[in-house]
């Protein structure tokens, strides 16, 4: 699979290659989507924001060390009765005190199962999201071409429509010309200014299909493109190797990055049941606590009769405890159990997803290589169907000179021609892309593989 299956391609197309004008070509416009796609930036972030889901996971098993601290000033005030020997006396008595309080605790986890699991499910989903950066790097590369390919096929398609507008308006100056004389009945003339009216529609058709195939190309890459390169009519077509569908399937079916995230996501949803089914488990921490607590303050009495006394009073104290704590989950409402019912619907949710993907995955593999294979074979069959439309258009306008056709048959040969180049150029492109849609689907497609098709394109357009 690691195989270079373009590269008798290449090496054809090098011997075939001119030198070409500074031109953006498709490693250029990838390159420049790398730098300014939006939606590869947003994997990229989300790719990065994922990345701190291990951190925060692991975090809960290193030790959590916690401060506290406080100051109360606090006055009270009142009457005090009491029993003196001369029967009951009353005083006001009022207190003030200062407390200052701090304390430090240490909790460190002894046995936590949701905490060990939270970490191998946040293993996972890292792995998940350098899977989905990738998928959405291909995902980029596809696009590109799409948009790139997309503007190609339409410049094609305006150039043939110009050179057949062009054609079809000498027709009807000579058609005008040949009625002035008389050779022609005035219907020729009047088929001729028809598809010359069609033929301008059709160019400024065209035009509109060029230039929204332009701002979807400047929507990946960020930039508006003048020429581009293109394949020329030598471009050389090479089957797939390995050959065989079945070997590209299993191969996709191991490497395919959608499917892999899918296997993923199967693992993480897998390991969320298990953290729920965890809250029926005993946890154990190991926590160690000191604490200082300093009061001061002063308790008055004032007696009518004997004044005021007062009594001051200062304490400090410090508290250290080491302990074992373990916590028994006996009944919570039956949320836990309801949370474990979620995840397993949501793990064969999960699971049923994963196999909806495989099977969209050989779908897509086996249909991707068949587009090349048709491609092949279609683009063959359609250059020479340019060419037999080019020679039945010379024959029909000689017997159109001598009079044996009419313009009605020279005019319905020009279109057969047209729709022959239309459908040509967009084979080539179809090809290229289905190329790059089966490297897709067997998960090898990367850089080099932009480069390979990039080596395929050795002629220069100027867009317009």
């Known amino acids: 699979m690691t195989a270079i299956w373009l590269r008798a391609a290449i090496l054809a197309t090098m011997g075939l290659a001119s030198a070409t004008c500074a031109a953006t070509d498709f490693t250029e416009a990838y390159h420049r989507a790398q730098r300014s796609d939006p939606q590869l930036r947003e994997a990229d972030a989300t790719r ?10 692991f975090s809960a098993l290193l030790p959590q060390i916690q401060a506290t601290g406080g100051y109360t000033h606090d006055t009270s005030s009142g009457v005090s009765k009491f029993f003196t020997s001369g029967g009951l006396a009353s005083a006001d008595v009022e207190s003030t005190t200062n407390s200052k309080v701090w304390a430090l605790q240490l909790r460190q986890t002894v046995f936590h199962w949701e905490q060990f699991a939270a970490v191998r499910q946040a293993s996972a989903q890292l792995a998940q999201a350098e899977v989905d950066y990738n998928a959405a790097r291909q995902s980029l590369i596809l696009r590109t071409a799409s948009a790139y390919f997309s503007v190609l096929e339409s410049q094609d398609t305006l150039e043939a429509a110009q050179a057949a507008r062009e054609a079809i308006s000498h027709q009807l100056e000579q058609a005008e010309k040949r009625f002035e004389v008389g050779l022609i009945a005035i219907t020729d003339v009047e088929e001729a200014r028809a598809a010359n009216d069609q033929a301008a529609a059709t160019v400024i058709a065209a035009k509109r299909t060029l230039a929204t195939a ?3 190309l400047r929507e990946v890459t960020g930039d508006s493109v003048e020429t581009l390169a293109r394949p020329s009519d030598e471009m050389p077509l090479v089957n797939p190797d390995p050959v065989g569908e079945d070997q590209w399937v299993r191969a996709a079916l191991d490497q395919n990055l959608a499917l ?66 373990v916590t028994v989950p006996l009944f919570s409402g039956g949320a836990i159990a ?24 050989e779908r897509g593999t086996r249909d991707a290589y068949l587009g090349v294979i048709s491609e092949i ?16 258009l010379t024959a029909t306008e000689a017997g159109y000179e001598v009079g044996t056709r009419t313009a009605v048959d020279v005019l319905l040969a020009r279109q057969r021609l047209l729709d022959a180049q239309t459908n040509y150029a967009k084979s080539r492109y179809d090809y290229l892309l289905n190329v790059l849609t089966l490297e897709q689907q067997a998960g090898t497609l990367d850089d080099k593989s932009v480069d390979r098709v990039n080596a395929l394109l050795d002629r220069t357009v100027t867009v317009r």
Request: no cysteine; proline share 3%.
């Open 214 to 216: 332009r701002e979807k």
């Open 48 to 57: 990065l924001a994922t990345r701190e889901a291990r951190p925060q996971a």
């Open 338 to 361: 309801s949370r474990v019912r979620q995840a397993s619907y949501q793990h064969r949710a999960a699971h049923e997803r994963l196999e909806r993907i495989a099977r969209a995955t």
């Open 377 to 392: 074979s279609r683009v063959k069959a359609l250059h020479q169907s340019v060419e037999s439309s080019k020679v039945a």
């Open 260 to 325: 892999s995230s899918a296997r993923i996501a199967a693992e993480i949803a897998r390991d969320a049941v298990s953290v729920a089914e965890a809250g029926h488990m005993p946890s154990v921490d190991l926590i160690a606590r000191t604490s200082n607590t300093d009061v001061t303050g002063t308790t008055s009495f004032i007696d009518p009769t004997a004044g005021a006394l007062s009594y001051p009073s200062n304490t400090n104290s410090r508290d250290k405890q080491i302990s074992l704590q």
